[in-house]
């Protein structure tokens, strides 16, 4: 059964640097336009899609035409945010709205910001810049050259460091401490396993897998806990969510963890029920 994503953007070398150079050269709207062409075949060659396909047809309750329709939509939205990324690498600049600011911008100390693959969370790296504290985000080390250079080179401008992590080194691990004790925000994705040990939670009815180890990050460091979402509301326009998770500080670390883990794929729901076509987990999260 498939369930790992390997965490590489889709492309060759030279693709990629095509769509940097096209960017440069074309509008937003003209880049979108023509993603309609190449999403049915991408749609087609994809063993990914059926795992879209048990979302809106089994967790949703939509029939197989309307499920079809839905997973066409939410690809197309995957392949904006995958395009917006490009755009930022040839200097396109979006308007961006943050709710809850001061969760953000106003912490004295360290914490810890968890984020999903609901929206384009890579967007708040490139314009959530924050000039008083060095944000460091855990970042998969397989990504193409194209990509980790111009991500590292974007995210470097805000203040950014990227924590590259590797299969078999655990490297990035000694560095999550420094990182918290020094005042600094460390950044992570929560809702895809990567082959590491899971935590198991409710969401959309059933039974579903988080990584372990995110949450038991957050509940031995005893940081605060600032959950992120970036949603693309216009072709221009992103809207960031913060909020706050808490956890009872009398429990053991894995009862911690385990409220951290309930919160958080709480809040998941809501942001997947409300947007549905940006809820980019394309896997068997269930394991069905």
Same mark, same amino acid.
């Given at each position: 059964?498939?369930?790992?994503?390997?965490?590489?953007?889709?492309?060759?070398?030279?693709?990629?640097?095509?769509?940097? $150079?096209?960017?440069? *050269?074309?509008?937003?709207?003209? !880049?979108? +336009?023509? &993603?309609?062409? $190449?999403?049915?075949?991408?749609?087609?060659?994809? #063993?990914? !899609?059926?795992?879209?396909?048990?979302?809106?047809?089994?967790?949703?309750?939509?029939?197989?035409? %309307?499920?079809?329709?839905?997973?066409?939509?939410?690809?197309?939205?995957?392949?904006?945010?995958?395009?917006?990324?490009?755009?930022?690498?040839? +200097?396109? @600049?979006?308007? =961006?709205?943050?709710?809850?600011?001061?969760?953000?911008?106003?912490?004295?100390?360290?914490?810890?910001?968890?984020?999903?693959?609901? +929206?384009? &969370?890579?967007?708040?790296?490139?314009?959530?810049?924050? #000039?008083?504290?060095?944000?460091?985000?855990?970042?998969?080390? +397989?990504?193409? #050259?194209?990509?980790?250079?111009?991500?590292?080179?974007?995210? @470097?401008?805000?203040? =950014?460091?990227?924590?590259? =992590?590797?299969?078999?080194?655990?490297?990035? =691990?000694?560095?999550?401490? /420094?990182?918290?004790?020094?005042?600094?925000?460390?950044?992570?994705?929560? /809702?895809?396993?990567?082959?590491?040990?899971?935590?198991? &939670?409710?969401?959309?009815?059933?039974?579903?897998?988080?990584?372990?180890?995110?949450? %038991?990050?957050?509940?031995?460091?005893? *940081? #605060?806990?600032?959950?992120?979402?970036?949603?693309? @509301?216009? /072709?221009?326009?992103?809207? !960031?969510?913060?909020?706050?998770?808490?956890?009872?500080?009398?429990?053991?670390?894995? @009862?911690?963890?385990?409220?951290?883990?309930?919160?958080?794929?709480?809040?998941?729901?809501?942001?997947?029920?409300?947007?549905?076509? %940006? $809820?980019?987990?394309?896997? /068997?999260? $269930?394991?069905?």
């Amino acid at each position: 059964m498939e369930q790992n994503w390997s965490g590489k953007t889709g492309g060759t070398y030279r693709m990629q640097r095509a769509l940097v $150079w096209l960017f440069r *050269h074309t509008s937003l709207r003209f !880049v979108y +336009g023509i &993603t309609h062409f $190449w999403i049915v075949w991408y749609i087609l060659v994809r #063993p990914t !899609v059926r795992h879209g396909a048990y979302l809106f047809h089994r967790r949703r309750g939509r029939n197989r035409l %309307q499920a079809s329709v839905d997973v066409y939509r939410s690809f197309y939205s995957f392949a904006k945010a995958i395009m917006d990324r490009f755009a930022v690498y040839a +200097g396109y @600049e979006f308007d =961006i709205k943050v709710k809850n600011p001061e969760l953000y911008y106003d912490r004295k100390a360290g914490f810890v910001m968890l984020f999903s693959h609901v +929206g384009n &969370t890579e967007m708040a790296g490139y314009f959530l810049k924050t #000039p008083d504290k060095r944000l460091h985000i855990l970042a998969y080390g +397989g990504e193409s #050259p194209v990509v980790m250079a111009h991500r590292a080179k974007v995210l @470097e401008l805000n203040n =950014i460091d990227m924590i590259t =992590i590797y299969p078999n080194d655990m490297s990035h =691990i000694y560095r999550i401490n /420094d990182v918290l004790q020094a005042g600094d925000i460390l950044a992570f994705g929560a /809702d895809r396993l990567m082959g590491e040990k899971a935590i198991a &939670t409710r969401f959309m009815g059933s039974e579903a897998k988080l990584p372990a180890g995110a949450f %038991q990050i957050c509940a031995s460091m005893k *940081h #605060p806990v600032l959950l992120v979402f970036v949603i693309k @509301e216009s /072709d221009r326009d992103y809207h !960031v969510y913060c909020e706050e998770l808490k956890a009872d500080s009398s429990l053991p670390r894995q @009862e911690r963890a385990q409220q951290l883990a309930d919160q958080y794929a709480e809040r998941l729901e809501q942001m997947a029920l409300r947007y549905p076509y %940006q $809820w980019f987990n394309f896997y /068997d999260f $269930w394991q069905k």
